[in-house]
């Protein structure tokens, strides 16, 4: 059976480990960049909600030592006769507001799914990247049935592909067809 292993069945192995070695680095950097973009959202997202909650905290205890509490209504008050503590007010809804809008976007674009996705994808080339390697540097004599390897190797990379997120089109030009799923 090992008489089967011809020059180019070895071809074709080094073709399918440079595509998933292709693959495997696109899910890479993509995974790197949704987690960028996460960090982008979710560290400012916690350091304005914790600025409100510690605003509106300190806020409510100004409140209550002080003789003359306003209560602030669109147009209510002028912003001419604002004190010091209207403008803070003002200062922590306005946070308050964005750190909100901020945390929308994160659970909408869930950029930490996605790069867990593409994660995983990038670990599972990899994986198959070293059986192809483990199997090219075995001797020829030695390496068993090549349909059964090829098979199974076939089998592994169609499973990966299929369950995997979609690369941008730039890994189309690299592989030499199209990478995007429709």
Request: charged share 20%; proline share 4%; aromatic share 8%.
């Amino acid at each position: 059976q090992s008489k089967l292993w011809t020059p180019s069945l070895d071809k074709l192995l080094r073709r399918w480990k440079r595509q998933i070695d292709i693959r495997r680095r696109g899910h890479f950097e993509v995974s790197r960049n949704y987690n960028k973009k996460h960090y982008l959202l979710g560290i400012p997202a916690t350091i304005l909600t914790t600025l409100t909650s510690t605003g509106t905290l300190t806020t409510f205890q100004y409140q209550g030592t002080s003789t003359t509490n306003k209560t602030i209504i669109a147009g209510a008050i002028s912003p001419i006769s604002w004190g010091v503590q209207e403008y803070i007010l003002l200062i922590m809804g306005i946070l308050g507001l964005l750190g909100a809008i901020l945390v929308g976007l994160m659970t909408f674009l869930n950029y930490q799914e996605a790069s867990q996705e593409n994660k995983t994808a990038s670990d599972e080339y990899e994986s198959l990247h070293g059986t192809i390697e483990t199997i090219l540097s075995v001797p020829i004599e030695v390496r068993g049935n090549p349909v059964d390897a090829l098979k199974n190797i076939k089998d592994k990379y169609d499973n990966i592909v299929r369950k995997s997120p979609s690369l941008p089109k730039k890994y189309s030009v690299e592989l030499g067809f199209d990478v995007v799923s429709e």
